[in-house]
């Protein structure tokens, strides 16, 4: 069929890797070559994702794809991508409201009172666990609680890249076992697997890793000690004093917090609740503290800005670093690489070239170590490519589902497959959404803190162990059902 005065032609493996494997080689050269050959800097993502989509739209027109038809399947796929976007503005807000009230600055300051520095690595790993679990967002996890310990190890002179991957590793716990979680339910409901057998079966992977990664960062704390000497007493003096100058604080400063608590557990939607949270913060600064309605606009905008507190002299460095931050700008980059990255997926969705690679590249799949490896590995790629783990569960489901039914293993290993590679692997990746997310929200770059990120590290290697043992794989339970229907 002719379309445009160009042959549409049939979707062959050829066609949908073009653009895969364009991707692939331009990040190698610019996020290696360009930056450790050259000597010339990293090349944004927003350039590397645009290259891409470029290579993508040329690969369908020249399979026949009018403009029209190319440029319907990128808004569709930045539509489905609005809701992320929407969250990031939304979280942007949240923390430039929640500075301005007072409620993250007393959080740090009294945070830095009963802290001991001794376990900051440890408590910085289980404390968004237990928030994480309580609420099921890691994104809601780290752009609340998680700035408030990354204020605390900036004052107590931590290592930054390890408390941020302990912080993004202890909110993905949360994320991957709260029956509150989006990817939870999801990855579920794309393998047809009851919720809380889905949960039990990931307890298998999750729980080991989680103990591990405790175990590990209070044996690297030891070596990366947040130490505490003169300097850092004289800071820590310094910055306590800073706060109380700034801000007034009080029980009532904590509503905020509350307010999206309650509605995570009661699973209310998360961009409205982070709305009503900034916008009772508005109202507590307005009480409580001595910022105008001026300033407290400028910085739901811009973010707040230590310079509006015209009555405290002499704020260290540190303070203005922890407390400049927020605004709806503050996401701007993240969103705007979002957008582009979800561009680039809309030209790999209009000849549905994931399903097709996957489908194609599993079919010598024969045993059950073999079928759950793959299934590890075809989440893990396709949600590197797709930076979204909405479609990576239902692309990887529906090809992974009869070959997992085929060899009797239980479809709720094959929903924990979803999850622990595919949910786990994009918090450590520059690219996608989230790394993207926890990069501009925690201040250190994904590719600093991801070594640290110790529950991904062995969330991955126990998944492994288990499909190559089949130890916690619950073959059993498949071996005594086919014996009944022998009998």
């Known amino acids: 069929m002719k379309v445009g005065g160009i042959m549409k032609k049939e979707v062959k493996v050829s066609n949908a890797l073009v653009p895969i494997i364009g991707l692939f080689l331009i990040m190698i050269y610019g996020l290696i070559i360009q930056p450790k050959v050259l000597q010339l800097g990293e090349m944004p993502l ?5 290259f891409a989509a470029a290579i993508g739209t040329a690969n369908l027109y020249f399979m026949g794809y009018t403009w029209d038809e190319i440029q319907e399947s990128m808004v569709k796929k930045i539509t489905q991508g609005l809701p992320a976007m929407m969250i990031l503005f939304s979280i942007g807000v949240v923390v430039g409201a929640w500075i301005v009230s007072g409620t993250i600055p007393m959080l740090i300051y009294y945070g ?25 967002t890691s994104w809601g996890s780290v752009g609340t609680i998680g700035i408030v310990i990354m204020g605390i190890a900036q004052v107590t002179g931590a290592h930054l890249p390890l408390i941020a991957g302990a912080i993004v590793g202890g909110a993905y716990f949360g994320d991957k076992l709260s029956p509150l979680s989006d990817t939870t339910n999801i990855a579920a409901l794309a393998a047809d697997v009851p919720l809380y057998d889905h949960i039990r079966s990931m307890m298998n992977t999750t729980i080991p890793a989680a103990a591990l990664a405790t175990c590990m960062y209070g044996l690297v704390g030891h070596f990366y000690s947040a130490k505490t000497t ?13 706060l109380e100058s700034v801000f007034n604080f009080n029980i009532l400063l904590l509503i905020p917090t509350a307010i999206v608590l309650y509605c995570s557990v009661k699973r209310k939607p998360t961009v409205p609740a982070l709305i009503f949270s900034s916008i009772v913060s508005l109202v507590i600064a307005l009480i409580f503290q001595k910022f105008s309605l001026g300033d407290i606009i400028k910085v739901l905008h811009g973010g707040f800005n230590i310079e509006m507190a015209s009555w405290a002299k002499d704020i260290p460095l540190n303070v203005v670093t922890i407390l400049n931050r927020g605004g709806l700008y503050s996401m ?5 690489v979002t957008f582009i990255v979800f561009v680039y997926i809309g030209t790999l969705d209009r000849i549905n070239a994931l399903p097709l690679l996957v489908e194609k590249g599993f079919a010598f799949v024969k045993t059950r170590t073999s079928a759950i490896l793959s299934a ?3 989440t893990m790629v396709t949600n590197g490519m797709t930076s979204n783990q909405f479609a990576t569960s239902f692309i990887v489901a529906e090809a992974f589902k009869p070959k997992f039914d085929q060899l009797r293993i239980p479809r709720k290993v094959l929903s924990r ?7 786990m692997i994009e918090s450590v990746l520059p690219w996608t959404t989230t790394g993207l997310f926890m990069s501009a929200t925690l201040g250190v770059a994904v590719m600093d ?29 498949m071996d005594k059902e086919e014996k009944k229907e022998v009998k």
């Open 46 to 50: 927003e350039m590397i994702f645009m």
């Open 112 to 136: 830095i009172k009963i802290m001991n520095p001794k376990y900051i690595y440890v408590i910085a790993f289980i404390v968004p666990i237990i928030f994480s679990t309580l609420t099921g």
């Open 230 to 242: 003169e300097v850092n007493l004289s800071m820590i003096s310094e910055t306590l004093e800073a």
């Open 332 to 336: 701007a980059s993240p969103v705007i």
């Open 376 to 378: 590890l590995g075809a």
């Open 417 to 423: 497959c979803l999850e622990d590679t595919g949910t």
């Open 449 to 477: 803190y991801n070594r640290w990120q110790f529950l991904t590290m062995f969330n991955i290697i126990v998944a492994i162990i288990l499909a190559i043992t089949g130890k916690g794989c619950f073959y059993n339970e």
